[in-house]
């Protein structure tokens, strides 16, 4: 693993997980993911990793209209780097996971490494009503879902985004095999390093919210990457600030945002995602290190430039 005193802090700006009805802080239009988006850049986070959703109910969309709404308006108000989510929304075909992507042809993308089971059925049972319809069949759903991501998928997306756009990739690794698939990749010299492997834990499907499952992941990570990655962390709900800060303290880099938890404290939601960035970062600082600029991240990932993007 690549260390350096200068930690990447990703904000999630919205995702494809939580619905309206979970917060009324969730940002639903173009305008609160750009607002959102610029806030949490102005606190700190130097890459924002984004969807989009429908206007009028929330939903998820993979419309590249939609994301050419708020995208450019990000570009103009900060330098943050932009990632483009290649996951979408759950159940999306291919072709609409792509779409925003290779429109946008950003600096970074988001890409899953593996298929897997995806169950969020659970939240369900925390809301006795729905502000849309679809939220509850959305969520209930994923009792039998698998989220695909295939080798010929995965290949498509590298192919299509990585030589094709010159987009590199945020690495999602939601178990210890996806970090193989990932080797297999580059043995085969579809992707190049440096690479951001973002692990990604409490998911059921995936790897739990276990500390020992953190330093294996960095244990199996290194074996097979050496110096060639940097590692991120995400963690799921009330497991968001504990792990994140632990990557840290290994030398690695954090996400928060309202797609990975609606929460800032026990009880308490997050008003906003520049208040998660900001509660991460004054952490970090805390612990003496230094938090990483869009020229840093930039640097350090060997992107290609805001100016090489399509939007």
Known sequence: MRKTNKVIITCAVTGSIHTPTMSPHLPITPSEIAEQSISSAEAG???????ARNPETGQPTPSAKVFMEFLPRIKQNTDAVINVSTGAGLGMSMEQRLEAATTAQPEVASLNMGSLNFNISGAVDKFEN?????EKQYLESTKDFILSNTFAQIERIMVDLGQGCGTKFEFECYDVGHLYNLAHFVDRKLVKPPFLIQCIFGILGGLGPDLENLAHMRLI???????????SVLAAGRHQIPFVTQSALLGGNVRVGLEDSLYLGKGILAKSNAEQVTKIRRILEDLSLEIATPK?????????????VAF
């Open 296 to 308: 840093d991240a930039r640097e350090m990932l060997d992107l290609k430039g805001g100016d090489q």
């Open 221 to 231: 990570a290194d074996k097979l990457f050496g110096e060639d990655y940097y590692l």
């Open 45 to 51: 986070a130097s890459i924002i990793h984004l969807h």
């Open 130 to 134: 729905f502000k849309f319809p679809w």
